[in-house]
């Protein structure tokens, strides 16, 4: 007997999220998959909760995005063709970061 098709099942080792998924709903649930949850709590005001030395990369290549011409004014009739142009854009962001990890 075979296992299931397609793509084995991925699960990551940890689960990060803001403030915004922080309740204790969402952490048992993701405990409750074997998943750490590295969530912060809503009503904590202390800074430096964890996140953000994985975080900030994600923010900063987020706010690259606009930098190209045809994202900074959608000139597209359908969304097929602006997700299109967004693909495109991260790839370029990620072959500029890979030629630069090369020299």
């Known amino acids: 007997m075979t296992g299931r098709r ?3 099942r991925f699960r990551p080792d940890a689960f990060q999220g803001d403030a915004g998924y922080g309740w204790q709903k969402n952490i048992a649930a993701t ?3 074997g998943v750490t949850a590295e969530l912060a709590r809503p009503m904590n005001k202390e ?3 964890g996140l953000g030395t994985t975080r900030y990369v994600v923010e900063r290549t ?7 011409r045809r994202l ?3 000139y597209e009739k359908t969304a097929e ?3 299109a ?3 495109l854009a991260a790839a370029l962001i990620c072959h500029k970061k890979w030629i ?3 020299t």
Do not use: I, T
């Not at 987020?62 to 930098?67: D, T």
């Open 6 to 8: 397609g793509r084995p």
């Open 31 to 33: 405990e409750e998959r």
């Open 47 to 49: 800074h430096g909760s």
């Open 62 to 68: 987020l706010s690259w995005f606009p930098h190209f």
């Open 72 to 74: 900074r004014h959608c």
């Open 81 to 83: 063709h602006l997700q």
């Open 85 to 87: 142009f967004h693909e």
């Open 100 to 102: 630069a990890l090369q």
